[in-house]
């Protein structure tokens, strides 16, 4: 079908050098083909056309001085993808690699990932190329501060509700927070991720990466296997990373590595969690400080990893979380992971894995479970933490983890028997890109042509 390929050349055209962006479009578009061959009421009503183009995206300057009283200049973005199941919802991510591809992407998948959760949410992304390592507390105030002077009159507890991503915790989302109130002069949820003192929800912070972890255990429940006493490899060293590790030791697991952009960490004895949240939450620290603690660890500088390869992936094991970043994880990476026996990939971060690992993943049979299925746990976490600001109500841990863990069933399922609906039960991208896609398309074509 010709579709694919139109689109692509149209996106490439009309939004140049934003290869993240095509990259996220593509996979989506192809999953989409027999239900486009299927329904014609989509092509009529040109929902794929639509789908792929924002329906605002706010483009500003970000002025801020630094302690040293010099004027730094940032870029900030808002991108509004789609509003057809709810209020825009989604991360703002702080990294220098970021631009508009980038938030883009992201805001594309977070389209399809808040459909899968069954909660009312729009898809949208945000951020800045501002880079937070290495700025003091009082520089991460002054940007955050800088940066919501623009925002706040694009957001609302109704329009628009951000939550954190990569360089964004709750820190960063107290301070724009304040900012917020103090310029809109109301005091509403917002922003989501919020501390647990005013108005944040328990197990906000954990949420993504234990979602990734429930969802391992229902893919591989499925085929009859557990995650108990499994060797399993983790990414990232993040919010992500650690509450992914967390979960797995909940679950009996054994995760023996995590890494930053600067090299990996394979203890093998299992990650010494406690050690993993001093260095990244409280001292701020650089990975490669953990062995200083743990010298049975072997730290591995990224320069020492073999051509093309992230060393995390060289590590024999039964399942893998990769929860750093985007393409992350390459062909020879699925290789590798194969090869090494793995049964079991559940992303955290969004899109970590090239086209060519996705193809290989799906054509290997393997539990695979795409990000915008398997890391959607946050975004539903932040949905109940505005259920709960906007009821003034506040629900125990329990009751949250309960609720995320069927949630995280439930998109399972939604992804499994719309990829047996369409001939290929194993395939969770075909079936998460259908099931995501369609409750939107349905929703855009019934509120007509806005
Ligand atoms: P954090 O900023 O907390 O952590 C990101 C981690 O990834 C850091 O350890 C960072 O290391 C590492 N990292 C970044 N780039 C690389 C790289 N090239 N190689 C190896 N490690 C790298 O972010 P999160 O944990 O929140 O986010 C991680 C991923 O999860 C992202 O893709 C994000 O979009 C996704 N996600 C996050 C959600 C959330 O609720 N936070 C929700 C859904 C998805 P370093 O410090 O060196 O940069």
């Known amino acids: 079908m010709p579709y694919v390929k139109e689109v692509l050349d149209y996106l490439k055209r009309t939004s ?12 989506v578009l192809e999953s989409l083909r027999p239900l486009i061959l299927q329904y014609p009421k989509y092509a009529k009503h040109k929902i794929i056309e639509r789908i792929v183009e924002p329906e605002r995206q706010i ?23 789609n509003s057809a199941l709810g209020p825009y919802k989604g991360g703002l991510r702080f990294h220098p690699s970021v631009n508009a ?45 800088a940066f919501m002077s623009e925002l706040f ?3 609302g507890a109704n329009t628009d509700v951000p939550a954190g ?20 002069n109301r005091y509403e949820g917002v922003l989501t991720g919020k501390s647990l003192k005013w108005g944040g929800s328990l197990v906000r912070t954990e949420a993504t990466g234990y979602g990734v972890v429930y969802f391992a255990k229902y893919m591989l429940e499925d085929r009859g296997e557990s995650l108990e006493g499994k060797k399993c490899v983790v990414s990232g060293s993040g919010n992500v990373a650690i509450h992914t590790i967390e979960k797995l ?28 949240k001093e260095l990244k939450e409280v001292r701020r620290e650089r990975l490669s400080e ?76 393997i539990c695979y479970g795409p990000g915008k299925a398997a890391n959607a746990g946050g975004v539903a976490t932040s949905q109940l933490e505005m259920q709960q600001n906007a009821s003034m109500t506040s629900w125990s841990f329990e ?21 047996a609906e369409f001939g290929e039960p194993t395939n969770l991208v075909l079936g998460a890109n259908i099931a995501g896609f369609r409750k939107v398309a349905d929703a855009m074509i019934e509120q007509g042509l806005v």
Request: aromatic share 10%.
């Open 290 to 365: 953990y062995v200083k603690a743990r010298p049975n660890a072997k730290y591995t500088p990224i320069e020492e990893y073999s051509h093309g390869c992230n060393a995390v992936y060289n590590i024999q094991c039964f399942a893998a979380f990769p929860c750093a970043t985007q393409n992350e994880l390459n062909l020879n990476d699925v290789k590798n992971l194969l090869k090494n026996g793995c049964v079991c990939v559940s992303e955290g971060a969004n899109m970590p894995s090239t086209l060519e690992a996705v193809h290989l993943f799906v054509e290997s049979k």
């Open 59 to 81: 483009l500003f300057r970000v002025n801020w001085l630094d302690d040293k009283g010099e004027i730094q200049v940032n870029k900030g973005y808002r991108i509004e993808f």
């Open 399 to 419: 009751e949250v983890d309960a609720k995320l863990a069927q949630i995280m069933k439930n998109i399972y399922l939604n992804a499994s028997t719309t990829a």
């Open 153 to 155: 009159r694009h957001i």
């Open 16 to 27: 140049p050098a934003q290869n993240e962006f095509y990259q996220a479009a593509e996979e």
């Open 249 to 276: 030791y909940h679950l009996g697991a054994l995760p023996v590595t995590c890494s930053d952009s600067n090299g990996m960490i394979y203890d093998e004895e299992g990650v010494d969690l406690e050690l993993l």
């Open 101 to 145: 591809g980038v938030i883009k992407f992201l805001g594309f998948e977070q389209i399809f990932k808040n459909s899968l959760t069954a909660l009312q949410i729009g898809g949208a992304k945000g951020g800045s190329d501002f880079d937070p390592k290495g700025k003091s507390d009082n520089e991460i105030m002054k940007f955050c501060q």
């Open 165 to 184: 991503d990569i360089g964004v915790g709750a820190r960063e989302i107290g301070y724009m927070f304040g900012m917020y109130k103090k310029l809109s």
